[in-house]
């Protein structure tokens, strides 16, 4: 059974980066598919942030790509978001999930930009 | 860039009602979508991907349908556990989902 695990701050100052690292069990990465981040922001709709290859190529929502790094890990089977620059509009459950049909979840963890 | 629509934003049913959703794609995606149940503080579910095939271990009265620009989800006969929002994903270009669809008790 594929499971998926976010860790990282819940707390994050304004212009400072949020990091998030997401376990995987049950499956390795560098067997294929994409990684991905999703985020909703409290009582919001869903939003892509951006995904990685098991090889480690990236693919990233133009809306959100000059703040955002993706990277993986094949031999801690985890991979990360970074987010720049974040501002009280970042606030918001943040998800990971396996291939870009998100089959597989990760339970969520809030992340709150707040001073 | 492709944009999804829902219809509608909300509905109320009762138990044994038969609910029918809609996504609308801007530009024909053939048949990457899918759809997810999500409840409250909870991750969303997949339950049918490639716009028409059924997640394993998901309750056969759910079923979607349609190609290219226009999809539906249905729920022969909802039942109790069902009252959640329903989120269309389209994967054809960059992921997007679409708005949703909150379900609440009539």
């Known amino acids: 059974q594929v499971q998926l695990q976010e860790s990282g701050p819940g707390l994050v100052k304004p212009s400072e980066t949020l990091s998030l690292t997401c376990a995987v069990s049950?499956?390795?990465?560098?067997?294929?598919?994409?990684w991905g981040w999703i985020r909703q922001p409290p009582g919001k709709g869903l939003e892509w942030i951006g995904s990685?290859?098991?090889?480690?190529?990236?693919y990233y929502n133009p809306s959100l790509k000059s703040r955002v790094t993706i990277s993986v890990d094949t031999s801690k089977n985890q991979f990360s978001l970074k987010l720049s620059s974040v501002t009280a509009a970042d606030t918001a459950v943040y998800y990971c999930a396996r291939d870009l049909a998100f089959d597989y979840w990760g339970q969520g963890t809030l992340v709150t930009v707040s001073s | 860039d492709i944009q999804m629509t829902q219809s509608p934003s909300s509905l109320s049913a009762s138990v044994g009602d038969r609910v029918t959703i809609t996504c609308r794609a801007s530009q024909g995606i053939r048949n990457d979508l899918g759809w997810y149940q999500q409840k409250p503080g909870k991750a969303p579910k997949r339950l049918i991907y490639a716009a028409s095939s059924l997640q394993s271990g998901v309750p056969s009265r759910f079923s979607g349908s349609g190609s290219g620009t226009e999809f539906t989800l249905t729920i022969s006969s909802l039942q109790p556990e069902d009252f959640a929002t329903y989120y269309c994903l389209q994967h054809n270009s960059y992921p997007c989902f679409g708005p949703g669809t909150k379900v609440d008790i009539k």
């Open positions: 049950g499956y390795s990465i560098s067997s294929g598919y994409y």
């Open positions: 990685i290859y098991h090889s480690g190529s990236t």
